[in-house]
């Protein structure tokens, strides 16, 4: 036999049974999105790498991208991330557009990573952005859209929590502590690693980046103080509004959350699982006031956040809260055929059975009818009709439920009411 | 004002009005593939150009495919197509899969062509195929399922018919007419450009590619023979089976369909308008029974189809068959914001109406409530409700229909029952 042609490393086959997870994901997230009145968008999928070049981060555009040119020589990227897009989207069309605007996205991107559990180079994201409102309480809606996804996918607060932060808080109290403008994006890049090192890993990391032995102390006293929040202008606002939005159980403060992308200038946050076997963060997010004016609009306020499918997976898997049956067939009529001769009767009847509105696998050719029974169980069919010659010349349909093995006959003309009966009916323990 | 950063050419950017086209074939093409009980699936986007490079085509993967060196120096493709993936993923899990396999995707695609109407570098594809079946009867479902959607959508036999014919039978009449198997390729080759090439630029087409004058005048009269299929020990009982689906008025026999891709093997179609401002194909399918083999897998019979949304989307625009309101917010409700004091009462009440299952917009800011309202009906809200001092001193709420002008208070309580009811009231002329 021939070796079967590999997948590329980092890309995943969606059999039945994945994409039906997938399928979950983007019809809750659908759900969730519209009940706050989110419009769908999306972006290409192939963007110029100038659009991600200035503010994306350096990390994510020239490590974590895969970058092209194409036959004229321009770089392309595939997508590693949507604000960008989304924002070139909005100043393009800005004198058109109605705001405050609300728009979310559920699509593939692509990121150059070492693949591991919870981490793949082709995945899917959610995203959803508020654009032309600048205010704390929008920052809110924000978080609590992410949370009404989680309480709707059945993930308690015990489970996920959306942890906050605010980086012109932050910045306010690194010129406090005395450290110069200059360093705060070093400072920033040394705190988002915090959770992904060890202690004395982490410490070295912030000496190797420029910190005196005194300035880490004093980052490293900033992440314990869990008040902090008190001393910003817009958090304690924020915090009010996820009350008055009924998501405070889901959100909470949490000095440590910096977020890696370069555009962000308020509020920022990030979801994570309380506990799991994947510890990255499930989603993140923030304001970002001036990236519109950076890709050539007029200045505009953001706030949005994205969060992929892979870790979530994990861990709805983990608690299992997927939906059962994921490989089942969405039809759970099976149209048995008797004979070559009856081949055509019986695709007859599947199309009737069609057009009554009934969704129903028809089995292609002629087989032994036990054959076909056990294929109908396997597919996840819940009843089997038989149109054999008796039938056929008595214009009626024999109906098997699978699970309790009864079989009765109908005349043909009710097998579709029948049928809708029978599917209704608890299937015999 | 700085430039604004261009999108990549022959990409699409989806405004929300755009995206709802995307989803509303999604959606439709869900319900027809599931009413034959075909199960959701898809293949990773990237895939190793190895997998292409024998049976897609030359022409496809070396000309018209995103192909890039990863880091490692594999060849990786965005794929221009889904079969090879598909046989590739059923190849890898034969022994775990039931067949008869039914099996339906909707995902993105890329190729490399100019840009036109109807045409771009990126594209979704709705692909559907039946493997483990080698029937006529097989290749029927296929061309009925198509024709299904056809009919949902609302598109007529008139508008869109698809054409059908066999390989088998056209290489056994090429032989008939003298004319050898090694030549057989290049004859398909120019078959396929019948319908792309004015009558002169084809006739110099198939001399340059080594037809001589006999060997032209001879394909030519086979391209104008309508009854050829009756010779075809597989069609006629193709029709046969395509009408007892129901679907006899869409499917039309048509000896110049043949395919541009190398793998298909058997009965081949293709859907056309019958009348549009564009001219290519609709949709394309066909029987591919050794592409299992050849990618190392055991043998095993396959018929699919794949249809690009580009244009079809156009079709349906120009006969007027695409959903109304496609730029509107899906939240019908949008509650106002009457003062900086009132806001967190506003979002609460938002939050308590989603609670009770309805879509609600909220806006972010207290504004003037004449301009808050103008927002709401032009992101396509139905009614506006006001929560000032008054109405939260008496627990209520003020509901405005915008389509009459009419507005009404209503007792806190009682507003998400009232806003249903509004809501399933035509509004007036």
Redesign the interface.
């Known amino acids: 036999?021939?070796?079967?042609?590999?997948?590329?490393k980092g890309?995943?086959?969606?059999?039945?049974a994945e994409?039906?997870v997938?399928?979950f994901l983007y019809q809750t997230i659908r759900e969730v999105?519209?009940?706050?009145?989110?419009?769908?968008?999306?972006?290409?999928?192939?963007?110029?790498i100038?659009?991600y070049a200035a503010k994306s981060g350096e990390e994510l555009v020239k490590e974590q991208s895969?970058v092209?040119?194409?036959?004229s020589g321009?770089l392309?990227a595939?997508r590693p991330e949507l604000t960008p897009?989304l924002v070139?989207?909005i100043?393009?069309?800005q004198r058109q557009l109605?705001f405050?605007l609300?728009?979310w996205?559920f699509g593939?991107f692509?990121r150059?990573e070492s693949p591991q559990k919870g981490r793949g180079?082709?995945f899917f994201q959610w995203n959803a952005d508020?654009i032309g409102?600048a205010?704390p309480?929008?920052d809110?809606?924000l978080a609590?859209l992410l949370a009404?996804l989680f309480r709707k996918l059945g993930l308690g607060p015990d489970q996920v929590q959306v942890y906050v932060n605010n980086r012109r808080l932050m910045e306010e109290e690194l010129r406090v502590m005395g450290i110069p403008d200059g360093l705060h994006e070093i400072v920033f890049k040394i705190i988002d690693r915090r959770d992904k090192l060890a202690d004395q890993d982490w410490q070295a990391y912030a000496l190797d980046l420029g910190l005196d032995g005194k300035q880490f102390s004093a980052v490293q006293g900033l992440l314990e103080d869990r008040e902090l929040w008190k001393k910003s202008p817009e958090l304690p606002r924020f915090f009010?509004?996820v009350d008055?939005?009924?998501a405070a159980d889901y959100v909470a403060y949490a000095p440590r959350i910096i977020r890696g992308l370069d555009y962000y200038t308020g509020t920022v946050f990030e979801a994570q699982a309380v506990s799991s076997t994947v510890r990255r963060s499930v989603a993140g997010g923030g304001r970002y006031d001036n990236l519109m004016a950076d890709?050539?609009?007029?200045p505009l306020p953001g706030v949005g956040f994205a969060m992929g499918d892979m870790v979530l997976s994990v861990i709805l898997k983990e608690l299992d809260l997927l939906p059962p049956d994921r490989d089942?067939?969405?039809?759970r009529v099976?149209v048995t055929v008797f004979s070559e001769d009856t081949?055509?009767?019986s695709?007859?009847l599947?199309?009737?059975l069609?057009?009554a509105g009934?969704?129903?696998?028809?089995?292609?050719?002629p087989e032994k009818l036990g054959k076909q029974f056990k294929?109908a169980d396997?597919?996840g069919?819940r009843l089997a009709l038989v149109q054999g010659p008796d039938e056929i010349k008595a214009q009626a349909v024999a109906i098997k439920d699978l699970a309790s093995g009864e079989q009765k006959t109908y005349p043909r003309s009710e097998a579709a009411g029948a049928i809708r009966e029978l599917l209704d009916k608890p299937p015999a323990a």
């Open positions: 036999m021939k070796k079967i042609i590999q997948a590329v890309t995943r086959d969606f059999y039945p994409k039906a997938i399928t999105s519209e009940s706050f009145g989110y419009q769908e968008y999306d972006g290409p999928f192939l963007e110029s100038d659009l895969f092209f040119p194409d036959k321009n392309i595939l897009s070139r989207m100043a393009q069309k109605h405050p609300r728009w996205s593939p692509w150059y180079r082709e508020l409102a205010s309480e929008a809110a809606e609590a009404s009010e509004a008055a939005l009924g890709v050539g609009g007029d089942a067939s969405p039809a099976m081949l055509l009767a695709y007859q599947a199309a009737e069609r057009a009934l969704d129903v696998y028809s089995y292609p050719t294929h396997r597919v069919a």
